[in-house]
């Protein structure tokens, strides 16, 4: 009977919302993402149809919530297990209560994963929860639950749909399954129309996380579009990056000029200076699978993943870590042990994750730094991954007279002493760690912290030909920088920095911030090499454009291309694929010559998914290999004017068919390998 009617109820629903203006103020935008920003620690849960063959099929038990593609599983094949969706063992109680108990603000879980299932009751579609043995809507439960335990209620909801007859385009293995009728656009009002159903049925619901929108058949306005729609039903909902076009995969970021909704998204990777000027937030696995799969036991432990908060906060990022569910609706008990592990860490220490700002230090040896500032003063926390042989914890750069340090135990906090030693506050702490996860120190002060960093190295490269302009700079202006150019530590009379200089050997350059004669800042190093350059290669007649050979196959790395035969070849423009139209299982190999146009140092980058690897001069400059999702390596080599021989590899299996080829230079910054550089040699005839 549903499907009966499912056109006429989606028209319906779609047309009864009015548009709802991209416009808002940044104080209100700041508003609407305060309590986001405060929360910091949430939980994934990834749970559906892809939790009853837990990982396995046809003997492989590698699978997670992709097992639909991974496995190529025909639909009527996949169609058979919602009769045996069960979980009679679902607490949503129990599950809300732990998340809680864990120091978890937030629950993001699967409204609808990439297989098209509904966990809710959806009145567009069989293919749903409804439609089971179990026959109820567990997201009614769980927006209860989150009510009673004061977490916020959030959604997970796939763009891409494996299942829907009118979602485009269909897997690449479907070869029997017909596109004939199939509407897109269609597919698109069914989209809104469940997200209607969502955003009107279990209250306010406080983030709406997208995913799946990498595939062509998606774009900038549709995301747009759909953002815009989503806030008219909730206005003060908050909305991920993968609503729209832009991610740069799983890096997370949005590329420049593209519409990023609310926060970007980094995907079981922590950004390593995290998104500057964006909210963020990486999503984590607790082991190696979204969904559950019974044979995984690779569970990171409690003491990695609150470092890893820590980690991610003190770059200003937010942590959604991941649980997945089984079948039976219980979650695996390592996970279990590994939430009640973090939650005992975070009733003491929480206060350093909660409603903190990114780290003011840029780089602390043996730890991480999060910090609180009110109009009184502010609190930087220090979370310490290597106790100090001495028990002295040092502080570089951290200037304040009145400082208050404090050791954050179960027992209340713990007043340290402290001392100074030139630009260092020493903090002697106790013999012993309370806590050999991670223990945090406070220090409060009044007013702003009085931080000098050590001067910064303003320079393209560590290595250089001929000679090199090194200029240096410091974050204070009521500072002298003092350095050496020997290897010796500056002193208060070394040389005072006052304009670039000029190298033409190999040395190591140390400098230090200086005031009224004292030193107020740690101490920068940076070695410089002189190296020889490349010699340009005898080319006779070379042409524009560089040859490329197609191939066709299933790697896992990068193959003997050489032992291989090519599908097609001939000249291409450039180096350069974006979402591919055979975007599973091929490779490519394009070989000529690049033709630099001056002798200098020169850092190239493949960005792939999966392996690539570049060679100048047959001598292997990028590593990029394996299966992996979008990643960028980079390399540096020395080359003389002229013509010099290049070869690219590349291979994709599944995903998205990416690459991007880059070039930086002295003078040149980051750019696609330029198509007036590619050359080719014609064979002679």
């Given at each position: 009977m549903k499907k009966t009617i499912l056109l006429l109820a989606v028209l319906f629903i779609f047309s009864a919302v009015p548009a709802f203006p991209q416009t808002e103020t940044p104080g209100q935008h700041n508003a609407r993402m305060a309590w986001w920003r405060d929360a910091r620690f949430g939980m994934f849960i990834h749970w559906g149809l892809y939790s009853i063959p837990a990982g396995e099929w046809n003997g492989k038990t590698s699978y997670g919530e992709w097992i639909r593609t991974s496995a190529q599983i025909p639909l009527e094949v996949y169609d058979t297990l919602p009769p045996h969706f069960n979980p009679l063992k679902f607490n949503a109680d129990e599950w809300v209560r732990m998340a809680k108990d864990a120091g978890m603000k937030y629950i993001v879980i699967t409204s609808k994963h990439h297989e098209g299932f509904c966990m809710f009751d959806s009145?567009?579609?069989?293919?749903?929860?409804?439609?089971?043995?179990?026959?109820?809507?567990?997201?009614?439960?769980?927006?209860?639950?989150?009510?009673?335990?004061?977490?916020?209620?959030?959604?997970?909801?796939?763009?891409?749909?494996?299942?829907?007859?009118?979602?485009?385009?269909?897997?690449?293995?479907?070869?029997?399954?017909?596109?004939?009728?199939?509407?897109?656009?269609?597919?698109?009002?069914?989209?809104?129309?469940?997200?209607?159903?969502?955003?009107?049925?279990?209250?306010?619901?406080?983030?709406?996380?997208?995913?799946?929108?990498?595939?062509?058949?998606?774009?900038?306005?549709?995301?747009?579009e759909l953002y815009d729609y989503c806030r008219?039903?909730?206005?003060?909902?908050?909305?991920?990056?993968?609503?729209?076009?832009?991610?740069?995969?799983?890096?997370?970021?949005?590329?420049?000029?593209?519409?990023?909704?609310?926060?970007?998204?980094?995907?079981?990777?922590?950004?390593?200076?995290?998104?500057?000027?964006?909210?963020?937030?990486?999503?984590?696995?607790?082991?190696?699978?979204?969904?559950?799969?019974?044979?995984?036991?690779?569970?990171?432990?409690?003491?990695?993943?609150?470092?890893?908060?820590?980690?991610?906060?003190?770059?200003?990022?937010?942590?959604?870590?991941?649980?997945?569910?089984?079948?039976?609706?219980?979650?695996?008990?390592?996970?279990?042990?590994?939430?009640?592990?973090?939650?005992?860490?975070?009733?003491?220490?929480?206060?350093?994750?909660?409603?903190?700002?990114?780290?003011p230090f840029s780089d602390l040896?043996?730890?991480?730094?999060?910090?609180?500032?009110?109009?009184?003063?502010?609190?930087?926390?220090?979370?310490?991954?290597?106790?100090?042989?001495?028990?002295?914890?040092?502080?570089?750069?951290?200037?304040?007279?009145?400082?208050?340090?404090?050791?954050?135990?179960?027992?209340?906090?713990?007043?340290?002493?402290?001392?100074?030693?030139?630009?260092?506050?020493?903090?002697?702490?106790?013999?012993?760690?309370?806590?050999?996860?991670?223990?945090?120190?406070?220090?409060?002060?009044?007013?702003?912290?009085?931080?000098?960093?050590?001067?910064?190295?303003?320079?393209?490269?560590?290595?250089?030909?001929?000679?090199?302009?090194?200029?240096?700079?410091?974050?204070?202006?009521?500072?002298?920088?003092?350095?050496?150019?020997?290897?010796?530590?500056?002193?208060?009379?070394?040389?005072?920095?006052?304009?670039?200089?000029?190298?033409?050997?190999?040395?190591?350059?140390?400098?230090?911030?200086?005031?009224?004669?004292?030193?107020?800042?740690?101490?920068?190093?940076?070695?410089?090499r002189k190296i020889r350059a490349y010699v340009p290669k005898a080319t006779t007649n070379p042409q524009p454009r560089i040859g490329f050979k197609y191939f066709e196959g299933s790697y896992d790395s990068l193959p003997d291309f050489k032992k291989m035969k090519p599908v097609k070849q001939g000249l291409a423009d450039n180096l350069t694929i974006v979402s591919a139209n055979k975007p599973e299982y091929f490779a490519f190999v394009w070989s000529g010559y690049i033709l630099v146009p001056q002798t200098a140092v020169y850092a190239f980058y493949t960005e792939s998914d999966d392996g690539s690897a570049l060679y100048i001069d047959d001598m292997k400059v990028v590593n990029n290999d394996g299966l992996h999702s979008r990643l960028e390596r980079t390399g540096e080599i020395a080359l003389k004017k002229g013509f010099h021989k290049i070869r690219v590899e590349y291979f994709n299996r599944t995903g998205t068919g990416d690459l991007i080829v880059s070039v930086r230079t002295t003078g040149m910054k980051k750019q696609l390998l330029p198509a007036e550089w590619l050359f080719n040699q014609p064979e002679k005839k």
């Open positions: 009145k567009l579609t069989d293919f749903d929860i409804m439609n089971t043995p179990y026959g109820k809507d567990v997201m009614t439960d769980l927006a209860a639950a989150c009510r009673k335990y004061g977490l916020k209620f959030c959604f997970y909801h796939s763009i891409m749909d494996w299942h829907h007859p009118d979602y485009l385009p269909r897997r690449p293995w479907e070869t029997t399954r017909s596109t004939e009728g199939a509407d897109f656009s269609r597919y698109l009002t069914y989209l809104k129309a469940q997200l209607k159903e969502l955003l009107t049925r279990y209250g306010d619901i406080s983030v709406l996380w997208f995913d799946g929108e990498w595939e062509s058949t998606w774009n900038e306005q549709y995301g747009k008219s039903i909730q206005p003060d909902i908050i909305i991920n990056n993968r609503v729209g076009a832009g991610r740069m995969d799983m890096e997370g970021s949005t590329k420049a000029g593209m519409f990023g909704g609310d926060f970007g998204t980094p995907e079981q990777q922590v950004p390593a200076k995290g998104l500057p000027d964006t909210d963020w937030e990486t999503c984590m696995t607790m082991n190696d699978h979204w969904g559950y799969n019974s044979h995984d036991k690779n569970f990171k432990s409690a003491k990695d993943i609150i470092r890893m908060l820590c980690d991610i906060v003190s770059k200003g990022g937010n942590y959604l870590l991941n649980v997945g569910p089984t079948a039976e609706g219980v979650f695996p008990q390592e996970s279990i042990d590994r939430l009640a592990v973090i939650g005992k860490w975070m009733a003491v220490n929480g206060e350093s994750i909660y409603g903190t700002q990114a780290n040896g043996w730890g991480r730094c999060t910090r609180k500032s009110t109009d009184k003063g502010t609190t930087l926390y220090f979370q310490i991954f290597d106790w100090p042989a001495d028990n002295n914890l040092r502080i570089p750069g951290l200037l304040n007279e009145q400082v208050n340090a404090t050791l954050l135990t179960g027992q209340g906090p713990v007043k340290l002493k402290t001392t100074r030693q030139e630009d260092m506050l020493i903090i002697r702490l106790p013999a012993e760690t309370p806590d050999t996860l991670c223990p945090v120190v406070a220090v409060s002060m009044k007013g702003k912290p009085d931080l000098t960093e050590p001067p910064v190295f303003r320079t393209d490269f560590g290595t250089f030909v001929d000679s090199m302009e090194v200029a240096l700079a410091s974050d204070r202006d009521n500072v002298i920088i003092r350095y050496t150019m020997d290897g010796a530590d500056p002193v208060a009379t070394s040389r005072e920095y006052l304009k670039p200089l000029v190298i033409k050997g190999g040395c190591v350059i140390k400098a230090r911030c200086y005031r009224d004669g004292k030193p107020v800042s740690s101490i920068a190093t940076r070695e410089f």
